[in-house]
């Protein structure tokens, strides 16, 4: 980060988004040299470092390519490529031409984007490392309230939220206490709670899906787009204080349609095809009703 660092004068940064411009470039560090910022209209793809969903943003992004920079990557070329990969098919050949033709670009000058300075931190000195690789166990954790509840030891310096594009919302009322969230997390992210709930870190959330895809409970656990929230506070606490208010609050992030989404894959085969009949890339709506066990419309306890 930032995730313009990288891009020379009168270059171009290709992003995927469903946000406007403007709503991006409050986010994105200002830069001391114009650019352009080229959008491809897109529900979050990539959460977290490993959580992959198969929705042709691979071949969208080349298609753009060859809009961006058509001297060194043809739509021709790029459809020819797609169809001899193993992977390739029609579909996606034509995924590639509709992101070629849907492309926005604009110029951003020097003034706009965002003025906050980046946050850095002192890398260590390779005299300061330790001789060899080893990998030491993770430190036991601490009792929450007289060991009522329980904190795992984290890692302080792998901050994963910076991958993450979206979070879990969680309803405490709701919640069984059926800790599958908390044992199936990858990332060790929920600290047990005195009452016996589980509370996702969010410094520690990488913003997978699992634990959605895992509860039990129908809209126990949403996940919900990253853009519509301001700060890692713990939502346990929130609830703690003052149940009204984090209802409140916790409905108007799970009733917004466009900012919930799964990042968990697809529900079932051929769920692309059916998309692209709604026009997601154009905004349109994410199917997402499916597999029982999942956080299905008919999910039950
Ligand atoms: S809290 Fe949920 S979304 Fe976050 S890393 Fe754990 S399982 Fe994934
Ligand atoms: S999986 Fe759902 S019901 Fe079970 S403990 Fe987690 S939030 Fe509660």
Redesign the pocket.
């Known amino acids: 980060q930032p995730i313009n660092r990288l891009t020379v004068p009168n270059g171009t940064l290709l992003m995927t988004s469903l946000q406007s411009f403007d709503s991006l470039l409050k986010d994105i560090h200002k830069k001391d040299a114009p650019y352009k910022l080229a959008l491809l209209r897109a529900k979050a793809s990539f959460s ?1 470092l490993w959580v992959y969903r198969e929705d042709h943003t691979e071949v969208r992004i080349l298609g753009a390519l060859a809009k961006i920079a058509p001297a060194f990557l043809t739509l021709d070329g790029v459809g020819e490529a797609i169809r001899e990969m193993e992977w390739g098919s029609d579909l996606k050949v034509e995924s590639a031409k509709k992101a070629h033709g849907r492309l926005e670009t604009r110029e951003v000058t020097m003034t706009e984007g965002n003025a906050e300075i980046p946050y850095s931190f002192e890398m260590p000195k390779w005299w300061e490392m330790r001789e060899g690789v080893t990998i030491p166990a993770i430190p036991v954790g601490k009792p929450k309230e007289s060991g009522k509840g329980y904190v795992p030891e984290r890692n302080p310096y792998f901050k994963k939220f910076t991958t993450r594009t979206m ?2 919302v969680i309803d405490f009322d709701t919640c069984v206490k059926c800790t599958l ?1 908390w044992i ?4 060790s ?2 600290d047990v709670m005195p009452d016996g709930t589980y509370d ?1 870190n969010m410094e520690a ?8 895809a895992v509860c039990p409970v129908e809209h126990c656990i949403t996940m919900v787009n990253e853009s519509v929230f301001d700060d890692n506070a713990s939502q346990w606490e929130m609830w703690r204080k003052d149940k009204g208010g984090y209802k409140t609050w916790m409905t108007s992030k799970i009733g917004d349609k466009n900012a919930t989404v799964r990042s968990h894959g697809f529900r079932f085969r051929g769920q692309y095809e059916k998309e692209l009949e709604t026009n997601l890339d154009a905004g349109g709506v994410e199917i997402t009703a499916g597999i029982p066990g999942e956080n299905a419309q008919h999910k039950t306890v």
């Open positions: 977290g979070r879990p969230c199936q997390c990858p990332d992210c929920f996702a959330c990488c913003g997978c899906g699992v634990c959605e």
